[in-house]
């Protein structure tokens, strides 16, 4: 846990110190249920099966737990909004459970930079995920920057692989 708690300060104290000539302060996460979109019923979006087990379970079953981007950037697509959602009844539904999300890069740009982009792409999942009505107790963001590449190579097939957050249940 101490570890664990300097990792994280470093991580700020590093990206704090970071300069770059690209835009990482637009806020990529909407509130569309303050426009009247009403409430879960109305969303079209399809329930969730929660595991009658959920406590020992690793999530919601049958939902995936990779969110990909665009390069360079750190907006969650509305075509990941049922994914978020799926995860968010599954959270509220288990408020004892713990999620960990960490973003990721492709291989390009510098360490600082990528680190920091991780970073964004990590909060911006964990507030798509608070905005829905999770816990914000109940997530963590974190960056691996271009460090845990789930695709080798230097192509855009690869790149479009890494460009990700990833969400672990503890």
Known sequence: MFKRT???????????????GTKLNDTPVVDRGAAGQGGGAASGVAPVTIDPNAQNAQGPVGVARIIYFDFDSYTVKPEFQQLIDGHARFLKANPNRRVSIEGHTDER?????????????????????????????????VSFGKEKPAAQGSGEDAWAQNRRAEITYR
């Open 109 to 141: 740009g510098g360490r600082e930079y990528n680190l920091a982009l991780g970073q964004k792409r990590s909060e911006a999942v964990r507030r798509a995920l608070v905005l829905v009505g999770v816990s914000d107790a109940q997530i963590e963001a």
């Open 6 to 20: 300097i990792y994280s300060l470093a991580i700020v104290a590093l990206i704090a110190g970071c300069s770059s």
